[in-house]
C-alpha cells in the first residue's frame, strides 16, 4: 500500500483508510477476518468515532485485533469525538473523558490521532486547547485534528491550540464534488460556483492539512452509493470504461478518482465487504489520466465553464 505523511507530521500512513464504523454488523469471526485482511493489505490505518455502533465498534476492534503491545505497534489507530445525543461539545472535560471511554474500548494507552468530530457551535477554544495539552502531554494523544470544518473555524482552534492541526475529514465523492467544483468555476453564474466552505479543499492545500474524504461512494448526504445506480447512468458508464481499460472493479475507480487529486488525500473507505475491501486498496496502484480524470468528473453532471 502506498504511503503519504499525515499533515505535517512525519507520520507514514495508508492512502487509504480503513473506516470501522459499521463494525457492529459483523460477528467475531468476520470481524476477524475484516482486520487481517486489511492488514495485510498494508492498509494499517483504522478510523473510528466514540459514536459508532454507540462505542461498540471500537470494542469490536479491539476484539477482532487481539489487541496487545506487539499488535499496537504494527497499527495506526485513529478516532473522533465531540458528538453526543442532541447536541455537539467540544468542552475540556467532555473531550477528556470521550479519549479516556476511546482507549479503555480500543485497549490501548494511546491514539495515534484525534479529530473533533463536526464543529461545535458553542465551543471555546482556550477549551479545546487545555484538553489537547493534557492529553499530548499525559501521551494518552499524539496527533490532533478536525472534522467537517472550514478555514475560518479551524482558524479559530490554531488561535489558542499550539499542536498543528494534521487532518480535517470531509466529504467527498464523484458526486459530491462541490469542494472541487467551486474552484472550477469561479466567478461563473452557476450552483456550481457556490461556496459553501470557504474554499476548504485550497485552504488545507496551503496549510499542509491532510483531506481525509468520507463516504466516497455517497450521493447526497447517506442518500445511497452512485455505483450501479441507475440515477447515474452515465456516470457508471465512465467509470466502467475507465474500470474495463485497467482490468479492476468500479470500486477501485472510484477511489483511485479521489487519490489522483494532487491534495494528496486519504479516502475512509467503509465498507465491510472483503472483495469491495480489497477493491478500494488495489486503487493506490492506480493514476488516472488527466482526460479520465475529467471525463468521470463530467459524467456525474459536473460543469465546465
Same mark, same amino acid.
Given at each position: ?16 483508510? +480503513?473506516? @470501522? ?9 468476520? =470481524? ?24 461498540? @465498534? ?11 503491545? &506487539? ?9 473522533? @469525538?465531540?458528538?453526543?445525543? #442532541? ?78 492541526? +494534521? ?18 468555476? +469561479? ?27 468520507? &463516504? ?25 470504461? +475507465? ?10 475507480? =472510484? ?14 473507505? #467503509? ?27 463530467? =459524467? =456525474? ?5
Amino acid at each position: 500500500m502506498r504511503t503519504i505523511k499525515l499533515g505535517t507530521s512525519a507520520l507514514e500512513v495508508p492512502v487509504v483508510a +480503513v473506516g @470501522c464504523m459499521r463494525m457492529q454488523s459483523l460477528d467475531q469471526t468476520g =470481524a476477524e477476518r475484516f482486520v487481517q485482511t486489511a492488514i495485510e493489505a498494508g492498509a494499517n490505518f483504522f478510523e473510528h468515532a466514540d459514536i459508532y455502533g454507540g462505542g461498540e @465498534c471500537e470494542t469490536i476492534f479491539s476484539k477482532a485485533i487481539h489487541m496487545n503491545d &506487539s499488535v499496537r505497534e504494527q497499527i495506526i489507530l485513529q478516532s473522533k @469525538c465531540g458528538i453526543r445525543q #442532541g447536541t455537539f461539545d467540544f468542552s475540556k472535560e467532555h473531550i477528556l473523558n470521550s479519549v479516556d471511554g476511546i482507549l479503555q474500548r480500543l485497549n490501548t494507552d494511546y491514539l495515534d490521532v484525534l479529530l473533533l468530530h463536526r464543529p461545535d457551535a458553542l465551543v471555546e477554544p482556550e477549551e479545546v486547547a487545555e484538553a489537547f495539552d493534557l492529553l499530548e502531554s499525559s501521551g494518552k494523544v499524539r496527533h490532533f485534528g478536525v472534522s467537517n470544518q472550514n478555514p475560518m473555524q479551524i482558524e479559530l482552534l490554531k488561535k489558542f491550540v499550539k499542536q498543528p492541526l +494534521v487532518a480535517n475529514q470531509l466529504q467527498l465523492s464523484i458526486t459530491n464534488a462541490h469542494m472541487i467544483a467551486n474552484g472550477v468555476n +469561479v466567478n461563473m453564474a452557476n450552483d456550481s460556483a457556490v461556496n459553501r466552505d470557504g474554499s476548504i479543499l485550497d485552504y488545507c492545500r496551503l496549510h499542509d492539512m491532510t483531506i481525509q474524504p468520507w &463516504s466516497p461512494f455517497q450521493y447526497g448526504f447517506f442518500e445511497g452509493v452512485f455505483l450501479g445506480s441507475d440515477k447515474f447512468p452515465e456516470l457508471n458508464a465512465a467509470i466502467d470504461k +475507465v474500470a474495463a481499460k485497467y482490468e479492476v472493479s468500479s470500486t477501485t475507480i =472510484a477511489i483511485a478518482w479521489i487519490l489522483r487529486h494532487p491534495a494528496r488525500m486519504q479516502p475512509v473507505v #467503509g465498507t465491510m465487504n472483503l472483495e469491495r475491501l480489497q477493491d478500494c486498496f488495489k486503487a493506490s496502484e492506480i493514476t488516472l489520466t488527466r482526460e479520465e480524470w475529467y471525463e468521470i468528473y463530467r =459524467a =456525474a453532471g459536473n460543469i465546465l465553464p
